[in-house]
């Protein structure tokens, strides 16, 4: 079946250094999608990429979405102690659901 | 966020016992799902249903049950539970399915002793 990949797993960074997590599926993607995990709270959407090489951002975030629309990475600017959480991608799967990473835990040290 | 709850909250029970997740929404969203989330698999799919009395298996079904009698809610069932089903579950909704942005409730935690 589909599989979604993410690395790293884990990710400390000094606040103020540059994070990025990327996201790697088995098959071609319609649409990629991104969500943040706080820790004890629940996933919350940030962004959907649908175009292939598509580029957006927000604030301090830059989405990706690879030219063979596969792939996609997230990049974060001169990270904060409130980036702190886990971040997922996800893609459709079979049917109208979706398949998740298994996430990128980011840790900022003050 | 979207105007979804589960209950209960934090859940402890036996092996072997049966135990009911229930979600509800106030979006009139189509489609909803159960998720199961443990360390290192990030959130897997147990069911969905995309509209009253219309579900479907996701990844991780087997031991779990659903059912949705009204748009609003969205419920999980744990025939016996055994203590593999140790997680938090989280309920989603969405309006599109596969295509569009899915919202989270707040997580049910259930720990089967």
């Known amino acids: 079946g589909q599989q979604v990949m993410q690395i790293p797993q884990y990710q400390h960074v000094q606040e103020g250094e540059d994070f990025t997590t990327y996201c790697n599926s088995s098959?071609?993607?319609?649409?990629i999608q991104w969500y943040k995990q706080r820790p004890g709270g629940h996933p919350v959407f940030l962004i959907q990429l649908v175009k292939s090489g598509e580029v957006k951002k927000q604030k301090r975030l830059t989405f990706q979405f690879g030219e063979a629309k596969k792939n996609s990475s997230l990049h974060i600017t001169a990270t904060q102690t409130t980036d702190v959480g886990t971040y997922f991608c996800?893609?459709?799967?079979?049917?109208?659901?979706?398949?998740f990473g298994p996430g990128t835990r980011l840790s900022v040290l003050p | 966020d979207a105007g979804i709850t589960q209950s209960p909250r934090h859940k402890v029970t036996e092996t072997g016992t049966p135990v009911t997740l229930r979600c509800h929404q106030t979006e009139n969203h189509r489609y909803m799902y159960w998720y199961r989330q443990d360390p290192g698999h990030g959130l897997r799919l147990i069911h969905y249903?995309?509209?009253?009395?219309?579900?479907d298996k996701g990844e991780v079904s087997d031991g779990y049950s659903v059912s949705r009698s009204k748009t609003e809610d969205f419920l999980l069932t744990l025939e016996s539970a055994t203590s593999s089903q140790t997680s938090v579950y989280f309920c989603?909704?969405?309006?599109?399915?596969?295509?569009?942005?899915?919202?989270f409730g707040p997580g049910t935690r259930l720990t089967v002793l």
């Open positions: 249903s995309y509209g009253v009395k219309d579900t």
């Open positions: 098959t071609t993607l319609s649409n």
């Open positions: 989603a909704t969405g309006v599109l399915g596969g295509t569009d942005t899915q919202y």
């Open positions: 996800a893609g459709p799967g079979y049917g109208q659901n979706f398949v």
